[in-house]
């Protein structure tokens, strides 16, 4: 596995969570706890995979507190992550994909819905 096919991983579960979410919306049922909890935690795991494969890929050395920023605050340590990890050179560019991918992700959640919207 590569870090990129972590990453399609991951827009394949933000597309299976915005399905269900229209599919729960469309029969007018609320969405259960124990379904919001278990699919958030899934998503975690392809990020941290990406995470483990990019750094090892560029010998970068991590660090606890940085994985567990990883798992528990992704959305402040992987630009971190990023910005410490990426020669001076690339940050602005990798900064920049992830942008990218963010809107990539919300993308994927809402073509999920739509598909489930199209089907029901």
């Not at 007018?28 to 750094?55: C, G, K, N, Q």
């Not at 990890?85 to 992700?105: D, E, I, K, M, T």
Request: hydrophobic residues 55%; proline residues 3%; positive net charge.
């Amino acid at each position: 596995m590569t870090a990129r096919h972590a990453l399609y991983i991951f827009l394949a579960g933000c597309a299976i969570i915005g399905g269900v979410g229209e599919y729960f919306d469309q029969h007018r049922i609320a969405e259960p706890v124990a379904w919001t909890f278990s699919s958030e935690v899934a998503l975690l795991f392809p990020i941290f995979m990406w995470y483990h494969l990019d750094s090892e890929a560029r010998g970068y050395a991590r660090s606890r507190w940085l994985s567990a920023g990883v798992i528990g605050l992704s959305i402040v340590a992987i630009p971190y992550y990023l910005v410490r990890s990426r020669p001076h050179g690339q940050r602005v560019r990798a900064l920049c994909y992830c942008v990218a991918f963010l809107v990539a992700a919300m993308v994927a959640m809402l073509g999920g819905g739509m598909v489930v919207a199209l089907f029901a």
